[in-house]
Nanobody, 124 residues
Framework: QVRLVESGGGSVQVGGSLRLSCAAS????????MGWFRQAPGKEREFVAS????????YYATSVKGRFTISRDNAKNSVYLQMHSLKPEDTAVYYC?????????????????WGQGTQVTVSS
């Protein structure tokens, strides 16, 4: 079992930055690939970024590549999403997710545990 709690969301202006954090509990965190997803009102949940078990492999959605950075600290059971140059279209609820696998995936269906989400609002 892995329990995930996100934090760091908020309201920012266009071009601003935010850093999301996800604190995980459970002894399997270091063996889990992690991902960030987001869901805007009326839209399906979409992949944002993922990171492998040890962190050397990261993947990003095209829409965020070059602006967002995913990282993890297994000693702290945490995963992060640093977001820069935020745009109004980044507005969504952001979810942290964990897989019962060390291999990353961009599909929400491949993730077994989810946090409650944190709201990010980007205004112009």
């Amino acid at each position: 079992q892995v329990r995930l709690v996100e934090s760091g969301g908020g309201s920012v202006q266009v071009g601003g930055s935010l850093r999301l954090s996800c604190a995980a509990s459970g002894r399997t965190f270091s063996s889990s690939a992690m991902g960030w997803f987001r869901q805007a009102p009326g839209k399906e949940r979409e992949f944002v970024a993922s990171i492998s078990r040890s962190g050397p492999f990261t993947y990003y959605a095209t829409s965020v590549k070059g602006r967002f950075t995913i990282s993890r600290d297994n000693a702290k059971n945490s995963v992060y999403l640093q977001m820069h140059s935020l745009k109004p279209e980044d507005t969504a609820v952001y979810y942290c997710a964990a897989r019962s696998s060390s291999v990353t995936s961009g599909s929400p269906a491949d993730y077994d545990y989810w946090g409650q989400g944190t709201q990010v609002t980007v205004s112009s």
